[in-house]
């Protein structure tokens, strides 16, 4: 089995499932544990989303054996929100919310990694929904809802209208420090030991892998290796939307420039000068130790390798290629998590 999970969510008035949170989400769990779920769902293989009851939760909470998912039970069977329990057999194509949900969860929660779950087609399963102050509503129910606070002397704040919610309503990672919590969407992954400034946002399917200082964006699908450092206003193109079809990455020990942008998977131990932005195609003039040009290539062809320090030479406008011999250092006090 690839993942179960119990979920509490929100459906609109038509019965529409708009969202899901699941508290404890799993990655191949173990049959035998989930056993008593399965059948009381009548499980009969495949992947699904299957609403539970809240006594269908008090059954399940009496037949599991393993204490965590028993107590998981337990506090579900007080719901007065719609459960789903979404058993997912294989890694296919989200087929239903309850189904991306989870998928964004397993991101969330670091048990996949970026690219390692197959998220085609979430855009179509996802609906876009009024995040707000009253959670998640139907985007044709919001006027009505407004209407019904102002009388009621309420106020109803509407944080945004997205298909993606913010991550940290649903997954805190440990070791992280987020200091706008609405440039984060649910699906990143944040490696332990990230911090993320407000200038900072993070994509679904995209984040980092350690330690990592994000004051730049991260565009779905780009991942950040240990210990780089995304400088202010620095942008790490995605592969989305404007037609960019490679994924794009940045290796370890890496410094992106402040205002400086990324077109192409950038190897170890690289620095991208501030304000330059490269794009895969860009022209690139490679030096010698001696600082003499020897190639002219394009930027994709230097995609992975290391050590190289990338700069827009203010006396000729050329983009040179030279060797970096600095080393990035995050500074400790300001990454400490404490
Ligand atoms: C590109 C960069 C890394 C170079 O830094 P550096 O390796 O410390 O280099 P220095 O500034 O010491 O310069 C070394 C030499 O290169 C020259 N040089 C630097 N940038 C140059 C450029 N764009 N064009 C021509 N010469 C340049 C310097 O004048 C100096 O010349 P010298 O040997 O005659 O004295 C740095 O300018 C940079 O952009 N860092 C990014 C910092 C950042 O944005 N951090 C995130 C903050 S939010």
Redesign the pocket.
């Known amino acids: 089995m690839f993942s179960f999970a119990l979920g509490v969510g929100t459906k609109d008035s038509a019965g529409n499932w708009l969202e899901v949170y699941y508290p404890e989400p799993t990655l191949n769990p173990d049959p035998a544990l989930v056993a008593p779920v399965l059948k009381a769902l009548s499980y009969a293989g495949g992947n699904q989303a299957t609403e539970l009851t809240t006594v269908q939760a008090s059954t399940c909470a009496a037949a599991v054996s393993d204490t965590g998912l028993k107590l998981q039970l337990e506090h579900l069977q007080t719901s007065k929100k719609p459960l789903v329990a979404v058993i997912l057999d294989t890694d296919d194509k989200p087929g239903s919310v309850p189904e991306a949900y989870l998928k964004l969860h397993l991101l969330s929660h670091r048990l996949v990694k970026p690219h390692g779950i197959n998220l085609d087609g979430i855009f179509a399963a996802l609906p876009n929904v009024a995040w707000t102050s009253q959670g998640a509503i139907a985007i044709d129910e919001l006027a009505n809802r407004q209407l019904q606070a102002r009388l009621a002397g309420e106020n109803l704040e509407v944080f945004s209208i997205d298909k993606f919610p913010k991550m940290t309503n649903y997954v805190v990672p440990k070791g992280v420090r987020i200091a706008d919590t609405a440039r984060v969407r649910l699906g990143a992954y944040i490696g332990e030991g990230t911090t993320i400034m407000h200038e900072g946002f993070v994509n679904f399917n995209a984040g980092t892998a350690g330690t990592a200082m994000v004051?730049g964006r991260i565009s779905a699908g780009v991942f950040v290796g240990n210990n780089s450092?995304l400088?202010?206003g620095?942008s790490i193109m995605g592969t989305l939307s404007g037609g960019g079809k490679e994924v794009i990455s940045v290796g370890e020990n890496c410094?992106?420039?402040?205002?400086?942008g990324l077109g192409f998977p950038l190897g170890d131990r690289c620095?991208?000068?501030?304000?330059?932005y490269i794009s895969a195609g860009t022209k690139v003039t490679v030096m010698d130790s001696d600082l003499n040009p020897v190639d002219v290539v394009k930027a994709r062809d230097l995609a992975n390798k290391n050590d190289l320090?990338f700069?827009?030479?203010?006396?000729t406008g050329i983009v040179?290629c030279r060797t970096n011999?600095?080393k990035v250092e995050l500074n400790a006090e300001l990454h400490s998590h404490n």
């Open positions: 004051e450092d400088g202010g620095c410094l992106i420039g402040a205002n400086a620095t991208i000068e501030s304000g330059l320090l700069l827009r030479n203010s006396q040179e011999r600095s």
